[in-house]
């Protein structure tokens, strides 16, 4: 149902409705969001992958076709635009994605309150201490809901390996939250 949902908002921002767009970004935003607080762990970095997310979709959207899992395209793109952010470091000095020490505002803005949590902190925190082909494996997994055969075209890996990053990367995370929790 989502599916075809998904497919009549894209035809009806391709002739021309931006109420389509909007509700779209409303839909996938938040999880969207958490996906990339979970893999950067630094909220405004976060917020501006997404929002590149959102403008690249907009701009491309004539290439689009609305096949597929919408929310899983999204997510896909928010962990190439946070590979990109990566490999770019030197030209995007503010993005301090390498950074294991860099902590998530425990003051959010107002609008931030609804999606970030003192567990999703936490969490945050303790991603940050997995091996970024992990925290990756993890956080598609479970905030995008990708199976590991999605997981695996994306990381360029057999599915096998996928499954093997995530098992081992949520055996470390609760051995790191059970001393927390």
Not at 29 to 50: H, Y
Not at 135 to 162: D, H, Y
Request: a positive charge.
């Amino acid at each position: 149902m989502k599916i075809l949902e998904d497919r009549l908002l894209i035809r009806r921002f391709k002739t021309g409705d931006s109420d389509a767009l909007q509700r779209i970004y409303e839909k996938y935003r938040c999880s969207l969001l958490k996906l990339a607080v979970v893999m950067t762990n630094d909220i405004n970095c976060a917020e501006d992958v997404v929002h590149e997310v959102f403008l690249n979709f907009a701009r491309s959207i004539s290439q689009i076709k609305p096949r597929g899992n919408l929310k899983s395209y999204l997510a896909t793109s928010v962990a190439n635009q946070i590979r990109n952010i990566r490999r770019n470091t030197a030209r995007r000095q503010t993005s301090k994605l390498t950074d294991n020490n860099c902590i998530v505002s425990v003051l959010p803005r107002p609008e931030q309150w609804a999606t970030l949590s003192e567990q999703l902190i936490m969490l945050s925190n303790a991603m940050t201490q997995l091996p970024e082909k992990q925290r990756e494996a993890v956080a598609l997994r479970i905030e995008a809901g990708m199976s590991f055969k999605q997981i695996a075209v994306i990381q360029k890996v057999p599915a096998n390996t996928t499954r093997g990053r995530y098992r081992y990367g949520i055996k470390r995370l609760r051995s790191i939250l059970d001393g927390k929790v």
